[in-house]
């Protein structure tokens, strides 16, 4: 059974940093396909950021348009757990940040497809 479990999530001012952790457990294939997502009250849930690998092959990240050059997402494969580093953030960063997985990440990575596993969320919040 696959498990994911966010942390680091917290109050910031305008222009702050936070790092949010995921850590997998259960997610034990040699392929990752792993995503942060964000929702605020109100809105949508948006894709944030991607990491998928195959085998050892490099990681591969993709992001939206909104956190380019903000954003960074890395993984530890050896803690199987996947990191959201968040730099000069803005008060629309507000949200709850969902950790998911891909049941088949051999199959391709992307933030518009569905994934089937998710945590429980942690709370970002940016005060400008």
């Known amino acids: 059974q696959v498990q994911l479990v966010e942390s680091g999530g917290g109050s910031v001012q305008t222009g702050g940093s936070l790092r949010l952790s995921c850590a997998a457990s259960?997610?034990?294939?040699?392929?990752?396909?792993m995503a942060w997502f964000r929702q605020a009250p109100g809105k949508e849930r948006e894709g944030v950021a991607r990491i998928w690998n195959i085998g050892r092959i490099t990681d591969s990240q993709s992001y939206a348009d909104s956190v380019k050059g903000r954003f960074t997402i890395s993984q530890d494969n050896a803690e199987n757990t996947v990191y959201l580093q968040m730099n000069s953030l803005k008060p629309e960063d507000t949200a709850m940040y969902y950790c998911?997985?891909?049941?088949?990440?051999?199959?391709?990575?992307?933030?518009?497809?569905?994934?089937?596993?998710w945590g429980q969320g942690t709370q970002v919040t940016v005060s400008s």
């Open positions: 998911a997985a891909d049941s088949t990440p051999w199959a391709g990575c992307s933030l518009s497809m569905g994934f089937e596993y």
């Open positions: 259960g997610y034990t294939y040699s392929s990752k396909c």
